[in-house]
């Protein structure tokens, strides 16, 4: 049932990537936060998600389980960059109880696309971490995908993935 769910995250995340592959911007601000208005979108959408982004940033510095369930979708996919996938129960348990402790979070080159009741945001993830008590530095490629869902943006999926090695 697990590889069933994730394989319907994963088609739902292809149909809403394809919507928004006609998106060619290119903001090359390390610091700056773009944004790519789509049919049926506001700024207040936009906002909005950027806000539930800074929600998710928030519960992953400071886990709370009220927050991680309030903004996850029941239906999440939530992938790492090292290949493992967590539903939204795993996500929420591997936060709190899980080795690793986030010191710090931020995030750059941060680009939002609404499209109706969906945003997929990319951004690169920076983050200071202990693993089971061992200094972390993270630096990784983020594709997030939100999820309106009773008027507020729910987290749907999340892919990470790592940056490749800049060319010699």
Not at 39 to 44: D, K, L, Q, V, Y
Not at 48 to 54: E, G, P, S
Not at 67 to 81: Q, R, T, V
Request: hydrophobic residues 40%.
């Amino acid at each position: 049932m697990r590889n069933l769910r994730n394989i319907l995250g994963l088609l739902t995340l292809l149909a809403i990537v394809s919507c928004g592959q006609n998106d060619t911007s290119n903001n090359s601000s390390a610091s700056d936060t773009s944004s790519v208005a789509m049919a049926g979108s506001s700024p207040e959408d936009e906002s909005a998600v950027a806000a539930a982004v800074d929600s998710l940033k928030k519960g992953i510095l400071d886990p709370e389980k009220a927050l991680l369930e309030k903004i996850s979708s029941d239906a999440l996919s939530y992938g790492h960059s090292g290949g493992k996938v967590q539903t939204k129960a795993e996500f929420v348990e591997d936060l709190l109880n899980g080795p690793f402790d986030f010191l710090s979070v931020t995030t750059s080159n941060q680009k939002i696309m609404v499209t109706g009741k969906n945003a997929i945001v990319r951004h690169t993830f920076i983050a200071k971490a202990t693993n089971a008590g061992v200094p972390v530095d993270l630096n990784i490629g983020n594709l997030l995908v939100w999820r309106k869902e009773s008027g507020q943006w729910k987290l749907i999926a999340r892919q990470a993935f790592k940056v490749p090695e800049p060319a010699k």
